[in-house]
């Protein structure tokens, strides 16, 4: 693996207190580990070749906890009804769509090489239950340079005929299959994730099924909670012994303790379930765009925050209709607004420092050290070219950075992509 120097507007979020940014800076890559941002190379690292982007904006790729790469297809469709009225009206039809291994291989490889011309480094999915069609998302995935988990779902109730697995010993058996052939591929970026989608689709006997494969294999986990209030309904309904919502992933041992699990929206967790999560070490993947189109809520990010839960970021397609986490970015400071303004005066809303930190080093941390240009982490690196945007004078370099995001630059100012330091774009 190569090293080399990147030289420009060094721009990144150690902590959330604020942005650091050091202007026509230098930060060393080597051998795929981030050696920190200097005002002048190190001795040390004098001879390694340096890539003059001086004037460009140099941030950390993003990070995207939480999407469903089975519903690119019809994203931005379909935003009419909530979520479990939407879940049968349009995104199961889709999902059945991967029984066929040509939709597929074609479905999947679209999917991953827009991922791979993006503002994204990493990235947390969804497949279908189809084992092998989430076999083929992974190749796509270790194909397009990103690091990524991948799940093969889970479903044994609640679930259209096509898409209900037949029993709970059945899908621990192919959910077991899917790590078995996973391993035997030999992906460098590329990892399984236990998914059961949500406590209404899987039994208790299924549950604990992943749980004791969680436990064999040392896995992640991903899920959804607390969304909607139906699905809160309706969860509380058929897990009546459960304390709460996530009492009910905890009793199979899917909620972090002694393994890492991260947990998409969290809009209506209580004092119980957010301490649980504090406890548990769980990360809340907090996905804004489908929050908003599918009528669900907002999630009170700056109480989570205070309280110092671990947050992410995620796109969460087709409820979110974009892949981009520089949107993400932006809605989840327009709902903070809107949350502070009609529901709590006392939750200041985000700013902007705080939501890139979600998006870089906060989700980060579930894949381990990057989303920083700390030394020591796994360098991850976008260049941003900024000049194409017309501007009638000088703007600082904060300012430049703000904009970038809510002018969706990573659709034309994308100039390079580094992945654990090797180069992708």
């Known amino acids: 693996m190569s090293n080399y120097v990147l030289k420009g507007h060094i721009c990144h979020t150690p902590d959330l207190n604020g942005p650091e940014i050091r202007e026509n800076a230098y930060v060393v890559c080597e051998n795929g580990i981030c050696r920190g941002v200097f005002d002048e190379i190190p001795e040390r690292f004098r001879g390694i070749e340096v890539t003059d982007c001086t004037n460009q904006l140099i941030i950390p790729g993003m990070m995207d906890l939480h999407t469903h790469a089975s519903q690119f297809a019809f994203r931005g469709t379909g935003m009419d009804c909530e979520l479990l009225d939407w879940l049968n009206r349009y995104a199961f039809p889709e999902e059945s769509r991967f029984s066929d291994p040509a939709y597929a291989e074609k479905a999947y490889g679209l999917f991953a090489q827009t991922m791979r011309q993006g503002a994204t480094t990493r990235v947390v999915l969804f497949g279908t239950v189809h084992t092998d069609a989430s076999l083929l998302l992974m190749d796509c995935m270790e194909k397009s340079g990103l690091v990524s988990y991948v799940g093969k779902v889970n479903m044994d109730r609640n679930a259209p005929p096509e898409l209900q697995e037949e029993s709970a010993f059945r899908s621990a058996e192919e959910t077991r299959r899917f790590i078995r052939e996973s391993a035997a ?135 979110g209709n974009s892949e981009s986490m520089f949107q993400a970015v932006v809605d989840a400071i327009q709902v903070s607004k809107m949350y502070w303004r009609y529901i709590d005066r006392d939750a200041a809303p985000l700013k902007f420092h705080e939501a890139f930190y979600m ?67």
Not at 217 to 237: C, D, M, R, W, Y
């Open 185 to 319: 591929r030999g992906y460098r970026k590329t990892k399984p994730i236990i998914t059961p989608r949500f406590v209404i689709s899987c039994t208790d006997e299924l549950l604990k099924e992943l749980g004791k494969i969680r436990k064999e294999h040392g896995l992640p986990v991903q899920s959804h909670l607390s969304e909607n209030q139906e699905e809160i309904k309706t969860t509380a309904a058929l897990t009546p012994e459960a304390d709460f919502y996530g009492d009910a992933y905890d009793r199979a041992g899917l909620f972090g303790r002694d393994g890492k699990t991260v947990m998409a929206h969290c809009v209506y967790s209580g004092a119980e379930e957010t301490e649980r999560i504090r406890e548990n070490g769980v990360w809340i993947a907090h996905c804004p765009a489908s929050n908003m189109n599918i009528a669900s809520g907002i999630a009170p990010i700056r109480r989570y925050l205070e309280q110092g839960l671990r947050v992410g970021l995620g796109t969460d397609m087709a409820g």
């Open 359 to 425: 998006a870089t080093k906060g989700g980060g941390a579930f894949f381990g050290k990057t989303g920083s240009f700390e030394e020591g982490y796994a360098f991850d690196a976008l260049v941003l070219d900024d000049t194409c945007l017309p501007c009638a004078r000088e703007m600082p370099v904060a300012e430049r950075l703000e904009k970038a995001f809510y002018t969706r630059m990573d659709q034309q100012g994308i100039r390079m992509k580094f992945v654990d330091g090797e180069r992708i774009l």
